[in-house]
Structure formats: C-alpha cells, structure tokens
C-alpha cells in the first residue's frame, strides 16, 4: 500500500501543479471580461482569495440537472448485474481516480460489509485506478461492481440504496444534485462546495475527508434509522427542485446576459 500511496501522493502534486497554471491563466483571462460565474459560493470564495478579480465581477449561479431525465430514468435490472433482489446497494457515480478517493470508498465497503451482511457495492464509472481498487475487493471478499464508462449513469444510479461522493476536493459535486433527484439517501465529504449545497443531517449527511470508518458510520446510521432515511429524502427531493433544476440556471443566465448587454 506504500507505493500506492507514492502513487497517489505524486498524482495529487501533478494537479495541484496543473491548478497553479490554470490560476495564472484566470487571473489573465479575468481582465478582459465584464462578468464571471461561478457555479457555487465557495468558487466565488475561492476567486476572491486566489485575486482573480474583484467581487463586483462575481455572480454566483448555482449548477443545474434536468431532474425530469433523472426522474424518468428506468433502473437497470439487479438480476442482469448478477446483484441480488434484497442487496443493500452502495454505490459511487465518478471518475476512479484519486479526486473521487475510490481507494476511501473500497475500504468504507470492507467495514459496511462487517455490519451489513447484504451490503453491495458499485461504482458507475472508470479510471486510473480501477485495478487497485478490483484487486482490493477481491482481496477483501467485497461484492463490487464497476460499470465502466456508460452513457446511461442514472440508470444504474436508480439502483442504488446510498450514493456516496468522497471527493478529496470539489468545485461542486453535481453528482449530490444528482442523488436528491434519484430520491437516493448519500453521504459525502465535508470539503470545498459540497457543505454549500448539502445541509448536513437535513437533506444529507457529511463525513470528514479520508475517513472510511466515518463512512461507514454514516452509512449504519441511514442504513437502520428508517425514520432519518425517510427525512433525508423527502428534504432531499425538495432541495433538489428549489435550487438545482436547470431550468432556472438558463433563466439565471439569460437575466445575467441582459444585464451585461444593456450596460
């Protein structure tokens, strides 16, 4: 696990590298423009911090899904996926790479496994460290199912009992969006934009970075507090409608286009 870590470590350098570029590249490209949107309150935090310009070019618009694709969206058949019908499903939608922190989500699964005997796991996506975590997994006698790339992510997203976003950092975290609208109980890190978007306990529940026994608490706690389950959810839902539907995104940009134009 030594090298792995290296591995990840030297990953993780390389991005913080590439983000220092892309800094020195907004900062250049923010003198010539008349306004800039950020998609939640910690971007906008993070533009006044790192000096890309002035608050009074900053207007915060927050991302938007199309809730009715994901509603409408048919779940994908356990039996197909070899799944069992009364599996408790747990599930992560995004990249296997160090951001998302699948090596937080494999090793949460081996200590959900040692409380929730019917425990499944699947992770909608693909990446980098796909072997690693497969290898791990197997290692560990955990039930895991990895889709690979798919153009059909709420589809297997609808299966899910828990969806969980352990991201490392996040300029948003859409997936969590993604989650209200599924009607999906999830649990995610407490960094960056998330804790703007999500209302811990409320609508969702938060863990600290890099803590797979945090995880898996969190997980437990849904898992036999039906009664919480059931809030989350409903709240969930109406979060989803009055802040994320992307139909007030475009209406949000259009207001924001005039305003610009007739100024």
Known sequence: MGVQYAIINIIILMSKLKSRLFLWIEKALARCTDRIVCISEAERDSALRNGITGDEKLDVIL???DIEA????????????GIPKDAYLIGMVGRISPQKAPDTFIKAAR???????????????????????????T?????????????TPYRYMKMFDVGLLLSRWEGFGLVIAEYMAAGK????????????????????VLVEVDNPALVADAVWRVYTDKGLAARLKENATKS???KFDVRRVAEQ??????EVMNT
């Open 63 to 65: 991302n938007g899904i």
């Open 185 to 204: 109980n999830f649990v995610a890190t407490r960094v960056d934009a998330i804790p703007t978007i999500v209302q811990d306990g409320i609508d969702g």
């Open 139 to 151: 290692e560990n006698s955990i039930p895991l199912h990895i889709t690979g790339w798919t153009e």
């Open 240 to 242: 989803v409608h009055e």
């Open 253 to 258: 940009h259009v207001k924001l286009f005039n």
């Open 70 to 81: 994901i509603e409408k969206a048919v779940p994908m058949e356990r039996k197909q996926l």
């Open 111 to 137: 200590l959900i496994k040692e409380r929730i005997p019917e425990a499944w796991f699947m992770i909608v996506g693909d990446g980098e460290q796909r072997k690693e975590i497969e290898q791990y997994a």
